[in-house]
Structures are given as C-alpha cells and as structure tokens.
C-alpha cells in the first residue's frame, strides 16, 4: 500500500450506518500501491496497480492499511509517474464522476447545461474538470463562502452559494429553463429539489450521499414531473475499470485534469483525518499514505 483516498462512505460505515459490515473491519474502499505477489500471471511483482470498490473495506479488509490482500479481478495496472499521494486522489472520484456523466448521458462536444450540487466534493470536482473539456456550460453549490474560489479554479462558469433552500431563484437568474442535468452529490436532502430544479425531460443523477442514503416518504409519482428523468451511478460498477482509470491518470498528467488534493494525511493519523473530513472542512480529497 503506497496510498488510499478517504471517502463518506467509510465514514458513514464507521457511523454505523453500513448493517452488513461486520467489526472489526479495515476500512478503505480503494487504494494504491506496488504487488508483492499474486497468482495473476499479468499483475508482475512490483508493478503499479490501483483498486477500488468489489466490497474491500467492507466484506473484506481496505486500504487503511500498510498491505491489502485483495481479488485480482480487483487490481488495475496503471503505468505512471504521478506521486502516490496524487494517484491515490484519482481511482473513486474520477471513476464516479465519468461514471455519473455517463448516467446521466453526457458526451464531449456537448454544451448542455449541468448543475453539480455538491461541487466542492472531491467527485464535484472531478466532475467540473471532465465536464469543463465537454464543453459544457456548468454550475456549482457550496455552502461555504469560502470554498468558491476552489470551484472557479476548477472551472464553474457559475457558481451558487447554498444556504439550504431551493436553488431555483439563483438558476433561473442565468438559466431561465433550468439545467438540462443535476449530478446531485449531496443525496437524500437535495433530491426532490433537484427533480422539481432541472428543466421539464431533463435528467438527474444522484451519485453521492454528503446528507445520507435515504430520501424519507419518497414518492415516485409525486416527485418525478413527467418526463423527467431519474438516475444513480455507484462506483462498484466501474471496478476494474483499468483502461478508463488510465486515461483519468494520462489527462493528469496531461494537465488536462486536476488531482484536487486537498489534504495528505498519515495512517497513524487516520483518526485526525476523519474529524477533518466529518467537519466538512475538505475542497476536494483527501488521501492517505501509510
């Protein structure tokens, strides 16, 4: 193990919110680092490879650790000269963000209109930065004043303070009808907002949980206008996913896209790194490096 991002999801599971994860558990969802053996005859001793997803750090130990035993089908080689600490910031969050992108239908070249709630997330971020090469016209919520020059860095054309309440006066000020997409990262609290914000045959993806897993009292019909259209993307499906990680790792490399670190924490600091990210205090990933 050379490197593991940190993600809400380990936190909430730490919280006690993930039933069938069963204590003690090393938690980490992905991770980063060198082999020191495998049974796969294409995974050579001391070769690059990131993993992420398939239930590690959950049904199986993570990457809160100094060595991860983990399925090859698990295991993507990745050929690059990044950091550690800036190849661990890559495999969830830019997996999930072209994932969601996908979900919701977006292809480069086009110039629709795309609100990110939740844009200051590390997969928000990521988002911002595949988004910004498609061309499209892009908004983004924070709740924190402060935060907004990170979003403009990464290349929001728009963005909107969050204070709790419904965007919609703040969108319709530069998109009268409305985005034609929201990559909602926020989840349950925000999701009947954003189904009622996006424009009428408009889609909404919900692909993160900053406020939980569960929408209350949901009501499809009552929700749902007519013709629009609701999706999710979770990252398990990409899981060994090598070939689109390495392209995320080249366009790095490149500059094209942004690592969005915001914080590099030890393993013996784990404990730190949790209260930083609980307190919402991070714009984009963290990452840990035992």
Not at 28 to 54: F, H, K, Q
Not at 146 to 152: E, H, R, S
Not at 202 to 209: A, H, L, P, W
Not at 253 to 274: C, K, M, Q, T
Request: charge should be negative; proline fraction near 6%; aromatic fraction near 6%.
């Amino acid at each position: 193990m050379h490197g593991a991002g940190l993600n809400r999801s380990e936190l909430r599971t730490r919280q006690g919110h993930s039933p069938t994860v069963r204590f003690p558990r090393v938690l980490g969802i992905e991770c980063v680092g060198t082999v020191v053996a495998s049974t796969d005859p294409r995974l050579r001793e001391g070769a690059t490879v990131a993993a992420v997803m398939g239930e590690m750090g959950r049904q199986f130990d993570g990457g809160y650790a100094e060595y991860a035993l983990l399925p090859n089908s698990l295991l993507m080689p990745i050929d690059t000269t990044l950091p550690w600490e800036v190849l661990a910031a890559l495999p969830e969050t830019y997996l999930t963000a072209q994932g969601a992108l996908d979900a919701l239908g977006i292809t480069p070249g086009d110039h629709s209109r795309l609100l990110i709630r939740g844009g200051t997330s590390s997969v928000g971020m990521a988002a911002l930065s595949i988004a910004s090469g498609y061309g499209l016209d892009t908004a983004a919520t924070t709740r924190q004043p402060g935060k907004a020059a990170a979003l403009t860095a990464a290349g929001v054309d728009h963005t909107i303070l969050d204070t709790g309440g419904s965007l919609a006066d703040e969108i319709h000020e530069f998109w009268p009808e409305g985005p034609d997409y929201i990559l909602d990262l926020v989840g349950a609290n925000t999701a009947a907002d954003s189904l009622r914000l996006v424009r009428r045959g408009g889609t909404v993806c919900i692909s993160g949980s900053l406020s939980g897993w569960l929408i209350p009292n949901f009501e499809p019909i009552a929700l749902i206008p007519p013709g629009t259209k609701l999706t999710a993307f979770h990252s398990d499906t990409y899981k060994g996913a090598t070939t689109l990680l390495q392209r995320v790792v080249h366009e790095v490399e490149s500059g094209a896209y942004r690592p969005n670190v915001d914080r590099v924490f030890a393993l013996d600091d784990i404990v730190a790194a949790h209260h930083y990210m609980e307190d919402n205090r991070a714009t984009g990933k963290l990452v840990m490096v035992p």
